[in-house]
């Protein structure tokens, strides 16, 4: 009603204002009598008044009609029959949870404004509490599929009914009824920074959807897991075999333990970046060639 009202207002200011425009010409408005002023405030009441009373007319017609469809519209009707039997089947949920990193210093805020600083963030967020998360995401892709379901039924009744039944106001009513459940929660990470007198200064928001969350989690974990399973397999035994091979010297200085060096079986290509326990992976390294190899 408001927007209503302020439409209408700046319409009828428009509408006197050209009206003096017309009357003094190119005179300018100093030279506009009382007379011209009166009829310029006249022609400001009448054209609000009348646009505001066919906004209202509009606004009332859409409500008639609105009214004669929920009682006529065979589509409305079944949309409201699918309704009842879909309502029960959504799980209510939040759509997002917000998490803000609050930062007093402005350069370590400016360092953490970056996807890369969200997402780990984010990922020990989530993997510190892992059943809540997971069973959040499993509501979440139940009701995407009974979305689905509810959507693909409510379709073919548009379908069915469109030479006789598809109007823009009637499109309107149903868009206006149909279920909209949560069928994507996101999460968010604000950086927020805070001046020492503790108002907010700057803030940058990231948004990721907790799929993506979860698949990075669950990633780093096989990752992890994979990296543990392929260490353990260099026993004591493998550990032997690789030494006698490489002659009980490093392969790349050549020192052994009577220069007072102390030998390790080290993988060519790291575990870390998908290197397997296999003999042609491994090689005898000395203990500060192997430190000065570190994760390369």
Avoid at 209 to 217: A, E, H, K
Avoid at 243 to 258: E, F, H, P, V, W
Wanted: charge should be positive; proline fraction near 1%.
């Amino acid at each position: 009603m408001k927007k209503t009202i302020g439409v209408s207002c700046v319409l009828g200011v428009c509408a006197a204002l050209f009206y003096l425009l017309i009357s003094v010409g190119f005179a300018g408005f100093g030279a506009a009598t009382s007379h011209d002023i009166v009829l310029g405030v006249t022609v400001f009441v009448l054209a609000t008044f009348l646009m505001l009373a066919g906004q209202l007319l509009a606004g009332y017609y859409r409500r008639v009609m609105a009214g004669t469809l929920k009682k006529s519209s065979k589509i409305y009707a079944e949309l409201l029959r699918l309704n009842e039997k879909y309502t029960s089947e959504f799980y209510e949920l939040d759509r997002f949870k917000l998490f803000t990193f609050y930062c007093t210093s402005l350069s370590e805020w400016q360092s953490r404004n970056n996807d890369k600083t969200a997402i780990a963030y984010l990922c020990v967020v989530v993997k510190s509490n892992m059943d809540e998360w997971t069973e959040i995401a499993r509501n979440v892709e139940y009701n995407r599929i009974k979305y689905n379901e509810y959507m693909s039924e409510y379709v073919a009744a548009g379908a069915n009914m469109r030479a006789t039944e598809k109007q823009s106001h009637e499109q309107r009513l149903c868009a206006q009824t149909l279920l909209r459940p949560v069928t994507q929660f996101d999460l968010w990470y604000r950086n927020q920074h805070i001046a020492t007198n503790g108002r907010v200064r700057s803030g940058k928001d990231y948004k990721f959807t907790l799929d993506d969350i979860l698949s990075r989690v669950a990633f780093t974990n096989n990752s992890q897991a994979s990296t543990e399973y392929q260490r353990s397999l260099v026993t004591p035994k493998v550990r032997s075999r690789i030494l006698k091979r490489d002659g009980y010297k490093c392969t790349q200085c050549g020192r052994t333990a009577d220069d007072g060096m102390k030998l390790v079986v080290d993988h060519i290509v790291p575990v870390s970046k998908g290197g397997e326990t296999k003999d042609s992976n491994l090689q005898t390294l000395c203990f500060e060639c192997d430190k000065g190899k570190g994760n390369k």
